[in-house]
């Protein structure tokens, strides 16, 4: 799978066409993430703490006991409770179901889209939810697995369906809201694709013919963030992975990561996750 940071996140399947995946509280693991979206169908069942998930805009505050999910192509991202970082237990569960999986399956997806209407999983998504994060931790027995493991997937598919709630696309989906989403897609993406180069909250609403104030205010409606906190987060986290995973220095990490100097870089790295940017490569090394 691609970087968290992937604003079209693309997830590579091998053989089963889904991924299960705990998730840990930590200032540099996968469950800080930008806005982003992608084709997958993604559930998120939280074990531990409170968080706040945006999803298309709307946020939903979720518990231990609560089931979120985000529908194909829906722009998300989560703002984890900073109270709850580096504690070792797991905070929550994640799987990620493939859209080819979906149409084999389940067809009849295409025309729904799952609602987060409840605050509590009803006890037999948990039953199923359980038994999935179970056969996670237990070792593979041989290339059977993927037969358990999809029977797994389907039962949970039907217990949504049954006690979470879903909804015909036709009764939501409003063709105005289509396009805003769509926009915010093509912005996400013109992003991922000129992060580096100097951009500006008017040239973006240029680039994209809008005014100034509406594609502000569309942006935020969307994303819960406003434009220049969004290119900023998205810089910081270009440049950490960067420092994980190069030799480069952090001026040309700076440099290359659309920041004008590396000092400007410090100072948002530091904000963001607590240390500098060297301290953070040099515990990346220990």
């Known amino acids: 799978m691609k970087s968290s940071i992937a604003l079209h996140e693309v997830f590579n399947y091998t053989n089963p066409p889904f991924t299960f995946r705990e998730i840990y509280l930590n200032d540099t693991g996968p469950y800080i993430v930008n806005p982003h979206w992608h084709e997958e169908l993604e559930i998120v069942y939280t074990l531990r703490g409170n968080h706040c998930h945006y999803i298309n805009g709307r946020c939903y505050e979720s518990a231990p006991g609560r089931l979120l999910t985000v529908n194909s192509e829906f722009v998300h991202h989560t703002v984890p409770n900073p109270a709850l970082r580096n504690i070792p237990e797991i905070a929550a569960f994640l799987i990620v179901i493939s859209m080819e999986f979906l149409d084999d399956n389940f067809p009849q997806y295409r025309d729904l889209y799952f609602v987060n209407t409840k ?163 040099k515990a990346q090394k220990m």
């Open 119 to 281: 605050k509590q999983a009803s006890e037999k998504t948990v039953h199923c939810i359980q038994k999935i994060m179970d056969f996670h931790a237990s070792p593979r027995q041989d290339e059977y697995d993927f037969l358990f493991a999809k029977s797994l997937v389907l039962e949970l598919l039907y217990q949504m369906c049954r006690n979470e709630g879903v909804v015909k696309r036709e009764e939501v989906d409003q063709v105005n809201s289509l396009k805003n989403i769509e926009r915010i897609k093509g912005i996400l993406t013109y992003v991922d694709e000129h992060y580096m180069e100097p951009l500006t909250l008017t040239q973006m609403a240029e680039q994209f013919h809008y005014s100034p104030a509406y594609f502000a205010r569309s942006f935020k409606k969307c994303t819960s963030m406003t434009f220049m906190e969004f290119l900023l987060d998205y810089r910081v986290e270009k440049a950490r992975i960067a420092l994980a995973h190069t030799k480069k220095s952090v001026c040309e990490i700076a440099m290359e990561s659309g920041f004008s100097d590396d000092r400007r870089l410090i100072l948002a790295f530091k904000k963001k996750y607590g240390t500098t940017p060297l301290q953070y490569r």
